[in-house]
């Protein structure tokens, strides 16, 4: 019988750490999980599912527009903010439920509560001690604020799916996946939008071409971006706020969301009091077994600060309880993680972008097309999609895969599995396309741009 109340305590119940606990369980650990907010974490709470709900609504009015050119006669839609907010609560609270049984049936423990180590043995939560053998640091991330002046009256993305009403007008601050998704629901929702963000382009680390197609098709949105622009001071006027950006121009606006990036939620864990060493950003450091430097101390997900997104997490967490209670050593792979930005239209990427593949010293073959959606051939939209693969023209190798275009996100998954098959450009050149599909474009280009 161990000397511990838990072979395994975790902290967080988010993406990482729900994984890690039941499959834990599921091997036969003894297994606590605090919480100190809502069950499934960011992802479900404030993150990747109220997010993509959003998406779904802010896409409504565009397909109402698109619809005309089929013979559609549709009234001018409008759209009404407390309902979807009540419907979209109401499918969380169900998610918030399954995470419950899912936890509960594997007889993990839920503990409600903030914790807080105090030795690499004993969490402590609401007063209450509890002894275990290991602990794994699940916390996930919070949204960074600027120091600018005024910043306190922003919002993050952490309030924006509980405001009361719906912004008349908003601006965004930031430049990363989270403003231009919000910049594009907005829109779709009616707002007017302003994006502004301190580079010359915004997605830095996405593929150049997506950036600037993506950039394009928001601007024949409507949507105002400012790029090289920074906000400097934000004031309160009335019930609105004035924004002042570095050109000295002032812009009035509802709301102010910043959305400028994430960091590791590690303060008041007790981590560097036990020895846990920490990034200058906050994140553990951990190794590849995803041990921190105190042993038996485990992290994974936002919190180690490596790729912040819910599946590798979850692999994280996989690995985790793998390793630890399955006697099967598992390393996470991060080579070729697809990822999608549910902008509208959406990007899907896996793989090297051009600048990576000829940085890392390969010779490419770049095949691009760029086309105008089969659907808007008929709606009459001028919007264009454009789809690129990175080839190195030494092995043949498919090193990236990237799309800017309707359901990229859907057809970038297929992609990355064959990524990681180490597909050649042969492969995609024989596969057989479905048609009449966008997709089919991915084994269609033949002649090299590049
Ligand atoms: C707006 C937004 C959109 C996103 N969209 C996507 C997307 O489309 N696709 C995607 O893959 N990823 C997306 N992400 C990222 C994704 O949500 C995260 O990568 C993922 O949730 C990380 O999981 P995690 O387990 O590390 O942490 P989290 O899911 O953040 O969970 C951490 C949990 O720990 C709890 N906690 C923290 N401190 C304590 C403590 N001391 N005691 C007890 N509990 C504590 C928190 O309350 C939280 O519930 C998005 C994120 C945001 C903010």
Known sequence: MSKYDFDLFVIGAGSG???????????????????????????VNLGCVPKKLMVYASSFSAAATDAAGFGWTVPAPTFDWPIFIANKDREIERLNGIYRRLLEDSGVRIVEGRARLLDRNTVEVNGERFTTERVLIAT???????????????????????????P???????????????????NGLGTEVMLNYRGPLFLRGFDDDLRSTLAEEMTKRGIDLRFNSLVERIECTGDKYAVTLNSGE????????????????????GLEEIGVDLTERGA???????????????????????????????AEGMAIAERLYNDNPTVVDYTNIPSAVFSQPN???????EADARKDGFDVEIYRSTFRPM?????????????????????????????????????????????????????????IGIHPTAAEEFVTMRTPVE
């Open 17 to 43: 750490g729900v994984r890690a606990s039941r499959i834990s369980a599921g091997y036969g650990a003894r297994v606590a999980v605090a919480e100190a907010s809502y069950l499934g974490g960011t992802c």
């Open 140 to 166: 996930g991330g919070r949204p960074f604020i600027p120091p600018i002046p005024g910043a306190e009256l922003g919002i993050t993305s952490d309030q924006v799916f509980h405001l009361e009403k719906q």
């Open 168 to 186: 008349k007008k908003i601006a965004i601050m930031g430049g990363g996946y989270i403003a231009v998704e919000f910049a594009g629901i907005f």
């Open 250 to 269: 002032v812009i009035e606006t509802d709301e102010l969301l910043c959305a400028i990036g994430r960091v590791p939620n590690t303060a008041g864990l």
């Open 284 to 314: 553990v450091v951990v190794d590849e077994n995803l041990e921190s430097s105190v042993s038996g101390v485990y992290a994974i997900g936002d919190c180690i600060d490596r790729v912040a997104l819910t599946p590798v997490a979850l």
């Open 347 to 353: 990007i899907g990427t896996v793989g090297l972008t």
């Open 375 to 431: 659907v808007h051939t008929m709606s009459g939209r001028n919007e264009k999609t454009m789809m690129k693969l990175v080839v190195d023209r030494k092995t043949d190798r498919v090193l990236g895969v990237h799309m800017v275009g309707p359901d990229a996100g859907e057809i970038i998954q297929g992609m990355a599995v064959a990524l990681k098959a180490g597909a050649t450009k042969a492969t995609f050149d024989s596969t």
